[in-house]
């Protein structure tokens, strides 16, 4: 099982859940990273790295002398990441989607396979949980494409093991996050019950409604702000899975990198709980008392 | 024969000058001699998500024009201009294209060394 964690707003407390969550999970879990703009997982767990690799995207690259600039090249380019002016072919790196149809048309054989690194992907181990991450190259603008060599990986590193991975995504509603969440079996929204904290999950929940998968909101800090997130939850039939307070204990063990299921009974009692709940809304013809029979 | 191409936001001299280049409306390819002009639509470019300012410098640059006079320009596009041979006036926002051609004639228009915007 794959489970995302996700929210719209920032700072709600995605990583605090993932860290939490994979470090109560038992069996076979690993912790992902895939937030690869800022990734922050790694805090908390404190893996120790056991490899990485530089990952890469093709580009075109330009064998002048074949080229006729008959600017079939740049026609098909939607992103205009190759142009031909008059008797200049110029390429644009940084704006390849990386699809290879250039150089797979080009009645000149002109256009050969480059590379543009896209940023680093490493993996380890934090006590019983397994651990992989991305990180974008500084100055790299498209996330996604190295998020995909990330979620490869992990499938690859699933079908070793077996077992279930904790997805900590990107914040926001846009292509890294939907990228992150959507390949995974449970989607978790966590969010904070502030207006700021509904309105960023009212659109969180828009877009990622239609892809049909389990949803449950978890709110942190409850008891700050309104009961808006709560009418909303109602409304849309979205379970809650879990309340985790608002309290200077947890800001401080957060502070100091600690996971915060480990900080008291009270705290570990809510993600053993949470986790059941999600074992629960991937399975759902699965009750828990069977389960647990 | 020498011309030049304006951002503008109609097709003809007495339109305003589009203080955009990548998504302009249009450009209104003058001959400097005759007044003579030409309009090339840029709708194509205003539709795209990203590289507008590369496909404008492609539409322009089939034009066969030597220079651009314009706003603003983004450094890809204006990459993509120099690559082409086409030489840039930038922030002549706010004039009609008439006024714009006018300052070009009489050597009012600085040719730019680099973009005057940031890209995204």
Known sequence: MIVAIASGKGGTGKTTVAASLATIWAGEVLGVDLDVEEPNLHLFLRPAIAGSEMAHMTVPTVAEAQCTYCGACSELCQFKAISVFNQVIITFPEMCHGCGGCIAICPEKALSAGQRELGEISWGQAGGVGFLAGRLRIGEAMSPPLMRRVKARLDQMLAATGGDAIIDAPPGVSCPAVNAVMDSDVILLVTEPTPFGVYDFQLAWEAFTPLGKPMGAVINRAGLGNDAIYRFCQEKGLPILAEIPYDRAIAEAYARGRIIATVSTGLKAIFVSLRDQIRDLAQPNRSREAAHA | ?120
């Open chain 2, 1 to 120: 024969m020498n011309r030049i191409a304006v951002t503008s936001e109609g097709p003809s001299l007495d339109d305003q000058v589009d203080p955009r280049f990548g998504r302009a409306a249009g450009f209104v390819v003058v001959d400097l001699e005759t007044m003579d002009t030409q309009y090339i639509d840029n709708g194509q470019s205003q539709v795209m998500a990203q590289g507008a300012g590369i496909q404008a410098a492609e539409l322009v640059a089939r034009a066969g024009v030597s220079c651009l006079l314009t706003g603003s320009v983004g450094p890809k596009a204006f990459q993509a201009l120099s690559a082409a041979g086409i030489k840039v006036g930038q922030n002549l926002e706010g004039l009609t294209v008439r006024a714009a051609v006018e300052r070009f004639k009489n050597n009012q228009v600085e040719i730019a060394q680099a973009a005057n915007r940031a890209g995204r």
